[in-house]
């Protein structure tokens, strides 16, 4: 549904502004998002201003207007300033993924939803059994949808420099700079993989949402590269002792897999970690799982992602994963990869037990 602002009867502007639902959104103040402007149903009539009266009122279009009027009343308002509807729809998603990732950021417990109409999944099955226990049936699948922004999470958007900043961005007609621009790719593959409820794509949209993030394109190492930078971000956050920075790093940070040495004491790694403690590095194990697990979908193996490994990934990925990532590409809009990979480079020496890394063959835990 859209509104067309209109000049007079019969005449028509060139339209640059588009009024447009946010299904399942209640909002108690005005919320900006670049060119998108978030206004609570009741302030419609006020946005459209003089032309409310003449096309509401009109012989022809009256009934209709008055109609998508009401319904745009019982919800949240979007005003967007576009060349056309379709432009103005990208916009108003983009606008909606970035506050559906700002929902989710942290969140324990699963969330209900919002989104525009038709976005969302929600289905009420209703089926027949055979056999002993023969009966009819109802299964409900999909969103629960009903979302409240009051003026506590409007004052947190606020002063979060990372969504703010990002928001800013909406409906920019100049190139962004890399940070941003990777910030913004995974947003919203993040905001695909909320939506999303079959377990084997809600992974491949999480863990790609990582990859446009902290990956460029060279094959060579990736999944090493994609591991170590990963880690960085979270391994110990939930603790609040972060390796590399409130204590010494390990091996697995500390080796570039960039340098042909590096990656086989990094292989050893990997089989000193299959062990199990100490040298088993939980966070690095996590990724490594959800990355097979990507490639397993990508590529069509025959590895099935049950329900139990999307959400815990997911979970993982909006509580101690995204905010960080967010904030290094805003914080580095230029280069940002490069200057993690510096960042990196210089975290301190790694603990002495760890030095040299022990051959796994000949390795023995009681030493």
Not at 149 to 165: G, Q, V
Request: glycine share 8%.
């Amino acid at each position: 549904m859209l509104l067309q602002v209109r000049a007079g009867f019969g005449q028509t502007v060139p339209v640059t502004t588009f009024l447009l639902p946010v299904e399942g959104l209640t909002i108690t103040c005005p919320w900006e998002i670049g060119r998108v402007q978030l206004y609570p149903g009741a302030q419609l009539r006020s946005l459209l201003g003089d032309n409310a009266q003449a096309m509401l009122g009109h012989k022809v279009i009256g009934d209709v207007t008055t109609k998508f009027v009401e319904e745009l009343e019982q919800g949240t308002v979007a005003r967007v300033e576009a060349t056309d509807i379709d432009a103005a729809l990208d916009l108003l998603t983009l606008a909606t993924d970035l506050l559906r990732i700002f929902l989710k950021r942290g969140a324990q417990f699963r969330t209900t939803m919002f989104g525009l109409p038709g976005q969302m999944y929600r289905s009420q099955i209703r089926y027949v059994t055979d056999g002993a226990e023969a009966g009819p049936g109802i299964r409900n699948r999909g969103e629960a949808v009903g979302v409240t922004f009051d003026d506590a999470r409007h004052a947190a958007w606020l002063s979060s420099p990372t969504f703010t900043t990002l928001a800013s961005l909406v409906g920019r007609d100049y190139p962004l700079d890399e940070g941003p621009r990777r910030a913004l790719l995974g947003v919203q593959l993040l905001s695909q993989a909320v939506l999303e409820h079959r377990p084997a794509f809600k992974m491949l949209n999480l863990v790609i949402a990582l990859e446009s993030m902290l990956l460029e394109r060279d094959p060579g190492t990736q999944t090493l590269r994609f591991l170590r930078r990963a880690t960085y971000f979270t391994c110990g956050r939930a603790i609040d002792s972060l390796c590399g920075r409130d204590r010494p790093p390990c091996q697995f940070l500390a080796l570039n897999p960039a340098v042909k040495a590096d990656r086989g004491q990094l292989d050893w790694m990997r089989q000193l970690a299959e062990m199990g403690p100490p040298w088993r590095c939980g966070e690095r194990a996590s990724y490594s799982r959800w990355y097979e697990l990507r490639s397993a979908v990508a590529h069509g193996d025959d590895d099935p992602v049950t329900s139990e490994e999307a959400s815990q990934a997911e979970y993982w990925i909006f509580m101690w994963t995204l905010e960080p990532v967010l904030q290094w590409l805003v914080k580095h809009p230029v280069k940002p990869l490069e200057a993690l990979d510096e960042a990196l480079a210089a975290l301190g020496p790694v603990p002495d037990w760890q030095k040299p890394v022990p051959n796994p063959v000949t390795y023995n835990p009681d030493d």
